[in-house]
């Protein structure tokens, strides 16, 4: 079997379910609501692949390429991508996804799916890996899903991917990509939280950016999100910046997302409640409990349900890097007097 | 620095004039808290918490008494190796005071290593010299008490001259006066004993989690450190008490808004036994509890409950009627106990390691130890022990007033204490020497004066601070009891700008968003202009006025921190706070719409 279900996967299949569907798993799990969905197993990628050197070499082709041979990566890209977009998936595994994709749609209604890339280098501490993989939302046809599973596995051969694993030295034979088909959510508000300040590294607050609309439009950066900083242990709400938002990412009528401009009245209103804020500060404590370290949530609230949808979540790694070489501090109180009464600076 | 941005200046203390016509007023404070040339190179700045309001000749005792007694404790008892004592002049009433910083590193390494000797060991015997501490209050106050109640009799009594005591009643006079005196200064100065050394240890952990937690709030670091039993609470417990004791005796109606406290009295004598039940529960309530004072205790006319029981009597029917409600009064103690632990552990488990939580856990104990006696101190200095000094003093107005000193006793308070002592010996003589006192034609002119000067200084506005202004203020006197730094400093400056944003900014004391009607009290006397559902605006407020806080939606003051009264109070019931706002008293209308902001610390003018 090439698929799994989020319900029966969890971190420690990470190596064959990628970072995100392992993460998405382990979410749901710890009893945290995420949008349903399915992973299409690294094995499926490997079958695939086979199909495809069986032509000509893939993973020796990379291979071969030296890390500053830059016009050489561009045509390696180039080359490999084309093969990937020319080339069918073998019609059992096409089957297979096709019948977990049917299986997502409640009484034969066609489900909206994104398709996500998850590889298995991806999300996790030590290599911040994100961003170079590509995700594709609001497909909504079974061919279109073949298609774009394709278009995340051959992600992995774009000049980004290629340059960064050449420059890292990462041997081919380990890198593999599972994708992650999951229902998609309609978000009337969307955004990121951080179970610690980014700006101070303080564990004690957690910082929630947010957006009208869809995830997209605020990471990539085109609209500026309203911002609230929440005390992780009492609720108190310190910081309140609410900002101009104005355009909102929104699902396109022939799938896919257009941009669209927030009407003046909305542009400045808080796209959260304060209820919602407490929400997300529970969700927060949840998953960094859960997992034991500060991390890094995507989330999104339905626009019809209201319902609050966990993306996903990944550890933090800036302040958790600067931590590591932090001096050890002075555990004596009475040496924290005298910083006190200034005998001692 | 932009020209524009250049932060104006404050007066030099030369250039602030005594009112035209209040010199001789100004005259009566003694020559070492005048201000001279001398004082211009320093920095001062009026103390407005602790001394709101023009002070009368004699209420100046409490700023000598109480500067000496900290000086004492920071200079040459525990040595605070950065700051010595603390300097007051007064001018137009108003009370100013600048700190007295040490720099020589020199000097600081010294007097670092006598700190270390006398601070540490209090803080490692800190439980067996507060209990110390209580005994020599408790027999202080025992002792004030005992003091004979100033009489000068016609004739010596008989008994007295047959048990050859060989003094007359007229030494007697003097020798109350001066152990009166004496016993306020001693007082203070125990006032002082543990005071620096409990708020250093506060501020301590309020430092530590400021490192490990840098944007926690200032209020749940004081819900963390706040202690949950101390005497200062008990005033309004037993409010509570006496309240649920008359619903339980059914006699809660006589308590109706606007009745007088004879009128209630009256009325609960005619009720019969259960009126009477209640007045033996008020007795048992009122020795020692209702020694507090409707004040912080630093004015003569701050009155206690017990001299005044219009106050708590005034609380009684809103008590009463939750009760009635079926709401329970009782301070919900197991559950601000186990709310405190829970936030203490909460926050513990996100420190980083072992060792951080080890400075933790020993900082978080430290706070507590201390807190008994950083909120109890109050109750036996400021109100129990004050009240029975100023009611002592009273009685000297009482028995001058008498022989025609005065018009009425309270004018006693408008002579300064060595003024009284003069007036004491005028009367002692005259009685010995069977002649009429001077005093008589005297004083009558002076007092007259004073209060007129008194009257004149209370509508002047005064500068809150005088002099060059420090780059840093690091003394931590200073910091801890007036939370004063270059920060607030730079407020007070741009405050007069002309600012017209419709905003008022302090401290974030409680969380929580509420509208409503402002209401503007500036002293005890307006609190019963307060209605259900209002807005408390205050320039401070002090322990006694716990049991309005049932009335209030809000509280929003001038002065005070996160540690204040107000703050503490207002999150025990909930309410949302914003203190330490320097300005909300001037800039709020009363009546005035306002929404208050309490976990970010603003007030929202609104119409």
């Given amino acids: 079997m090439h698929i799994s279900w989020f319900r029966d996967i969890g971190l420690a299949d990470r190596p064959t379910v990628g970072g995100k569907g392992g993460s998405l798993g382990e979410l749901q799990r710890a009893g945290i609501d995420v949008p349903p969905g399915f992973v299409v197993r690294t094995s499926a990628f490997e079958e695939y692949l086979a199909a495809l050197e069986q032509r000509s070499p893939v993973r020796a082709r990379v291979a071969q390429l030296a890390a500053d041979d830059l016009e050489g990566m561009r045509a390696a890209a180039?080359?490999?991508?084309?093969?990937?977009?020319?080339?069918?998936?073998?019609?059992?595994?096409?089957?297979?996804?096709?019948?977990?994709?049917?299986?997502?749609?409640?009484?034969?209604?066609?489900?909206?799916?994104?398709?996500?890339?998850?590889?298995?280098?991806?999300?996790?501490?030590?290599?911040?890996?994100?961003?170079?993989?590509?995700?594709?939302?609001?497909?909504?046809?079974?061919?279109?899903?073949?298609?774009?599973?394709?278009?995340?596995?051959?992600?992995?051969?774009?000049?980004?991917?290629?340059?960064?694993?050449?420059?890292?030295?990462?041997?081919?034979?380990?890198?593999?990509?599972?994708?992650?088909?999951?229902?998609?959510?309609?978000?009337?508000?969307?955004?990121?939280?951080?179970?610690?300040?980014?700006?101070?590294?303080?564990?004690?607050?957690?910082?929630?950016?947010?957006?009208?609309?869809?995830?997209?439009?605020?990471?990539?950066?085109?609209?500026t999100p309203d911002r609230w900083v929440v005390a992780k242990i009492t609720g108190e709400i310190p910081v309140r910046d609410i900002s101009d938002k104005a355009i909102c990412h929104v699902p396109a009528a022939g799938g896919g997302t257009e941009e669209r401009p927030v009407e003046d009245a909305q542009r400045r209103t808080p796209c959260l409640a304060d209820e919602e804020l407490q929400s997300l500060r529970a969700v927060a404590r949840k998953i960094e409990r859960h997992y034991g370290q500060p991390q890094d949530i995507e989330w999104a609230i339905e626009r019809n349900t209201q319902r609050l949808l966990l993306l996903q979540s990944r550890p933090e790694t800036v302040w958790a890097n600067k931590e590591k070489q932090a001096a050890p501090k002075m555990s004596d109180p009475l040496l924290h007097v005298m910083s006190i009464f200034g005998g001692q600076r | 620095m932009n020209a524009q941005l250049k932060p104006r200046e404050f007066p030099l203390p030369s250039s602030v004039k005594v009112i035209p016509g209040t010199e001789r007023a100004q005259a009566a404070y003694p020559y070492p808290v005048q201000f001279a040339k001398s004082d211009d190179s320093k920095f001062w700045f009026y103390n407005s918490m602790h001394f709101p309001e023009p002070m009368s000749a004699?209420?100046?005792?409490?700023?000598?008494?109480?500067?000496?007694?900290?000086?004492?404790?920071?200079?040459?008892?525990?040595?605070?190796?950065?700051?010595?004592?603390?300097?007051?002049?007064?001018?137009?009433?108003?009370?100013?005071?600048?700190?007295?910083?040490?720099?020589?590193?020199?000097?600081?390494?010294?007097?670092?290593?006598?700190?270390?000797?006398?601070?540490?060991?209090?803080?490692?015997?800190?439980?067996?010299?507060?209990?110390?501490?209580?005994?020599?209050?408790?027999?202080?106050?025992?002792?004030?008490?005992?003091?004979?109640?100033?009489?000068?009799?016609?004739?010596?009594?008989?008994?007295?001259?047959?048990?050859?005591?060989?003094?007359?009643?007229?030494?007697?006079?003097?020798?109350?006066?001066?152990?009166?005196?004496?016993?306020?200064?001693?007082?203070?100065?125990?006032?002082?004993?543990?005071?620096?050394?409990?708020?250093?240890?506060?501020?301590?952990?309020?430092?530590?989690?400021?490192?490990?937690?840098?944007?926690?709030?200032?209020q749940t670091i004081a819900r963390m450190v706040a202690g949950i039993d101390a005497e200062i609470f008990r005033p309004d417990d037993e409010l509570r008490r006496l309240a649920r004791c008359a619903v339980e005796l059914e006699v809660d109606q006589h308590f109706r808004d606007g009745a007088t406290v004879e009128e209630i009295t009256r009325s609960l004598r005619a009720a019969g036994a259960p009126g009477h039940r209640w007045l033996d529960e008020l007795q048992t309530s009122r020795d020692p509890w209702f020694n507090i004072n409707v004040g912080d205790g630093f004015y003569h006319y701050h009155r206690s409950w017990n001299d005044d029981l219009s106050m708590p009597f005034a609380?009684?029917?809103?008590?009463?009627?939750?009760?009635?409600?079926?709401?329970?009064?009782?301070?919900?103690?197991?559950?601000?106990?186990?709310?405190?632990?829970?936030?203490i552990a909460d926050y513990r488990e996100l420190l980083d390691n072992d060792a951080e939580r080890a400075a933790?856990?020993?900082?978080?104990?430290?706070?507590?130890?201390?807190?008994?006696?950083?909120?109890?101190?109050?109750?036996?200095?400021?109100?129990?022990?004050?009240?029975?000094?100023?009611?002592?003093?009273?009685?000297?107005?009482?028995?001058?007033?008498?022989?025609?000193?005065?018009?009425?006793?309270?004018?006693?308070?408008?002579?300064?204490?060595?003024?009284?002592?003069?007036?004491?010996?005028?009367?002692?003589?005259?009685?010995?020497?069977?002649?009429?006192?001077?005093?008589?034609?005297?004083?009558?002119?002076?007092?007259?004066?004073?209060?007129?000067?008194?009257?004149?200084?209370?509508?002047?506005?005064?500068?809150?601070?005088?002099?060059?202004?420090?780059?840093?203020?690091?003394?931590?006197?200073i910091v801890m009891l007036w939370g004063i730094t270059r920060e607030s400093l730079d407020n007070w400056l741009s405050?007069?700008?002309?600012?017209?944003?419709?905003?008022?900014?302090?401290?974030?004391?409680?969380?929580?968003?509420?509208?409503?009607?402002?209401?503007?009290?500036?002293?005890?006397?307006?609190?019963?202009?307060?209605?259900?559902?209002?807005?408390?605006?205050?320039h401070v407020t002090n322990p006694t006025w716990t049991p309005i806080f049932q009335k209030i939606r809000a509280a929003v003051s001038d002065i005070g921190g996160s540690m204040s009264h107000a703050a503490i109070v207002a999150r025990e019931y909930g309410l949302p706070a914003v203190v330490g706002t320097g300005n909300a008293t001037s800039k709020i209308k009363?009546?005035?719409?306002?929404?208050?902001?309490?976990?970010?610390?603003?007030?929202?003018?609104l119409r």
Wanted: with cysteine.
């Fill in chain 1, 78 to 223: 180039r080359e490999l991508r084309s093969r990937f977009d020319d080339t069918p998936m073998p019609e059992a595994l096409a089957q297979q996804i096709l019948a977990a994709y049917a299986a997502l749609g409640e009484g034969g209604r066609k489900v909206i799916v994104a398709v996500r890339s998850s590889a298995t280098t991806e999300d996790s501490s030590d290599a911040s890996f994100a961003g170079l993989q590509d995700t594709y939302l609001w497909v909504m046809e079974p061919d279109e899903v073949l298609r774009r599973i394709r278009h995340c596995w051959s992600s992995l051969y774009s000049l980004e991917s290629l340059t960064y694993r050449r420059r890292q030295g990462m041997p081919e034979a380990s890198v593999a990509m599972a994708v992650v088909v999951q229902t998609m959510v309609d978000a009337r508000t969307a955004g990121v939280m951080f179970t610690r300040s980014p700006v101070t590294g303080d564990r004690s607050v957690i910082a929630i950016e947010a957006a009208w609309g869809l995830g997209s439009a605020l990471v990539s950066g085109e609209v």
């Fill in chain 2, 315 to 343: 609380a009684i029917p809103g008590y009463a009627r939750s009760v009635r409600a079926g709401e329970s009064l009782d301070r919900k103690v197991e559950k601000l106990r186990e709310e405190r632990a829970q936030l």
């Fill in chain 2, 58 to 218: 004699f209420d100046m005792v409490t700023a000598e008494a109480a500067y000496c007694a900290l000086g004492a404790a920071n200079t040459r008892v525990h040595c605070l190796p950065t700051t010595l004592g603390i300097d007051h002049r007064i001018i137009n009433g108003r009370v100013y005071i600048g700190g007295n910083a040490v720099t020589d590193p020199t000097e600081i390494a010294r007097r670092t290593g006598e700190f270390q000797q006398r601070a540490f060991y209090y803080y490692a015997n800190w439980e067996k010299l507060y209990a110390q501490w209580k005994q020599k209050m408790l027999k202080l106050i025992e002792d004030a008490r005992a003091m004979p109640e100033p009489v000068l009799p016609e004739f010596e009594p008989l008994e007295n001259v047959h048990a050859g005591r060989g003094i007359a009643s007229n030494h007697d006079l003097l020798v109350t006066y001066q152990q009166t005196l004496e016993g306020y200064f001693r007082m203070w100065h125990h006032h002082f004993e543990f005071l620096l050394l409990g708020y250093g240890a506060y501020l301590t952990f309020f430092g530590f989690c400021k490192k490990a937690f840098p944007e926690i709030t200032d």
């Fill in chain 2, 590 to 605: 009363d009546g005035q719409r306002i929404r208050v902001d309490g976990g970010r610390g603003i007030v929202t003018l």
């Fill in chain 2, 495 to 538: 405050a007069g700008a002309g600012t017209d944003s419709n905003e008022v900014r302090g401290f974030a004391a409680s969380s929580g968003v509420v509208e409503g009607i402002a209401r503007i009290v500036k002293s005890v006397e307006e609190i019963a202009r307060l209605q259900q559902g209002d807005i408390l605006v205050c």
């Fill in chain 2, 360 to 477: 933790y856990d020993q900082m978080i104990s430290l706070a507590h130890r201390v807190f008994p006696y950083v909120e109890g101190h109050k109750f036996y200095c400021e109100h129990w022990y004050t009240n029975l000094f100023f009611n002592k003093i009273r009685s000297f107005g009482a028995l001058l007033s008498a022989h025609g000193f005065f018009a009425s006793a309270e004018d006693v308070f408008h002579l300064t204490h060595y003024e009284l002592e003069g007036a004491i010996i005028d009367l002692m003589n005259a009685w010995s020497a069977g002649s009429d006192p001077r005093g008589p034609a005297h004083w009558p002119p002076i007092v007259a004066e004073r209060k007129a000067a008194i009257a004149v200084w209370a509508k002047h506005e005064t500068p809150p601070a005088l002099g060059p202004i420090p780059d840093v203020i690091d003394d931590p006197a």
